[in-house]
């Protein structure tokens, strides 16, 4: 179990996946971006892409987000993201049993800020990247946060990098739209 860092849900636990093919980011890790992105949470739309438990999506939640898509290609990860937004009490999102390039080929919605942290294996940045971009998916003066395990080369024509933290493992890239 992992817990939310702040916010409406501060300390409360969220269940993870016992598939082991997921990673739950460690909360000192969201702890320093969510610091980072500071009040630009609040009433905005999230997309948490490769989402897991859910914990870059509830700890937005937490923080006043209006609204979270969570999509996973896991059903067992869909199904701990339901469990874990009915303990909270929570009726601000929708999950999607999806991977993600599918379901950014085919959505019509549209999202302020995007949290992206796939299996550290899957290469897959650029290409979610670019189909933000080719597909108008993204809000005017969109975020984009990337966990990494390596350094990635963003190409910066449609994305400026604003921030980059290093924790042990994981890389995390603010960029903006």
Known sequence: MIRITGGTY?????????????KPTMDKVRAAVFNALGYEIENKKILD?????????????????????????????????????????ENRFEVILSDCISYLETSTK???????????????????????????????????V?????????AENNYKKVKQYNYGLAKIYILRK
């Open 10 to 22: 501060r300390s409360r636990k969220l269940e993870t996946p016992s598939t082991g093919l997921t």
């Open 49 to 89: 892409l490769f989402s897991g438990s859910g914990s870059y999506g509830f700890e937005s939640l937490s923080r006043n987000a209006s609204f979270v898509t969570f999509v996973d290609n896991q059903k067992e990860a869909v199904d701990v993201i339901k469990r874990n937004a009915t303990n909270l009490k």
């Open 110 to 144: 549209t999202f302020d800020i995007v949290f992206m942290d796939p299996p550290y294996k899957l290469d897959v940045y650029q290409n979610v990247l670019d189909l933000l971009e080719k597909r108008g998916l993204l809000n005017k003066d969109s975020i984009i």
């Open 146 to 154: 990337l966990e990494s395990e390596k350094e990635l080369n963003i």
